[in-house]
Every structure is written in structure tokens, then in C-alpha cells.
């Protein structure tokens, strides 16, 4: 009898998160070198007056907020695939700050000065996001600190983007919710 898919086969599914993340880890850099990193220069690291300049630090916190939801996103995509909790999340912490640092060493690389060049304050973002699950794994009490996503005048005027960003901004999270398992409970508005 030959194995399909069908069956619940650990050996298979344990390469699923893998595969999964060189995917999303060679789609992104591939996305970036057509955007960012076609005209090779030096190494160069940007002058923090020039990361202040860059939208007030206001960056920084994107780079946080991106490194936490892909270290959470990954470590979850782990252990649905059979890996326990503290190696899913080491394993989900380590892929989003290896991707965060090439990506910064790349910009390093890269014409497109003063905003585009190894950024320090961008790295420690990084870090601060990707190690953060990391922290409230072994300190729980801190898992009351979520960093998430909104979206707001999103640039698309016509089109299917149009359509795309009414239907994002047509949902405000977190939102007051009703969760029914194990037992039911009313939450108003969180924060």
C-alpha cells in the first residue's frame, strides 16, 4: 500500500511549514530585488538623522510590527504541522529575523541613498518584534502585548482596490465578539 496525502503522515507534514516559508522567504526577496536592490553600491549605513528624517522613526514600528506577525504567523504554521510550541516558536522567530536581516544587509548594498542603506534603527526593530514571542513564551504575562495591522486611505481610488479597501476599512479590530467554545462569553470592545 503506497502513502497518500490523505493519511495522516507526520513525516510529510512536518516539511509543509518548511516549504511554506521558503516560498514566502524567496517570493519577498524576490520582490524586493526587483523593487530595491537592482542598482548594486557599496555598503553604506544610513546616518540616524537620516532615519529620523524618514518619517519620523514612524517606520521602526512597521518594522517591529512585520518581524512579530511573521515570527507569530510562522511559529503557528509550525506547530499546526505537529512541532511543539517553544520549537514552533523559536523556529518562527528565527526565519522572520533572518528574513529582516538580509533584507536590511541587502539595502546596505543598494543604491537609493539617504533612504535606503543599512539602517540600524530598522534592525533593532527588528529584533525587538521578531524576539518579542519569544519573551512572552517564557514569560506568559506579557502575551497581553499584540501587535497588529490597521488599514486606513489605503492608496486605490478605482478598480478592485477600491473594492478591496472599503472592505478593509468596513472592519475595525479588534471588534466586540461573542466566542461560543468551550463556553460562551460576550467581550465588548478590546484593546
Known sequence: MHR???MEDSTYKQYIPWG???VMLGISFSEQAKDY???PSPFH????QTEYDDALLADKFGHAIFSYVAARNIAGLFEQ???DRRSSTWIGSGISLFHQTVVEIR?????????LGFSRGDAIANVIGAGLPLLQHYVPELD??????SFLALPFEDGWGLTLK???NSVKLPMPCIKIHPNIVWYGIRI
Open 45 to 48: 549605513v544610513m546616518n540616524w
Open 107 to 115: 539595502d546596505g548594498y543598494s543604491e537609493g541613498a539617504p533612504y
Open 20 to 22: 511554506l516559508s521558503t
Open 166 to 168: 472599503r472592505l478593509l
Open 37 to 39: 536592490w537592482s542598482d
Open 144 to 149: 497581553f502585548i499584540r501587535m497588529k495591522f
Open 81 to 83: 504541522s505537529g512541532y
Open 4 to 6: 497518500t496525502w490523505a
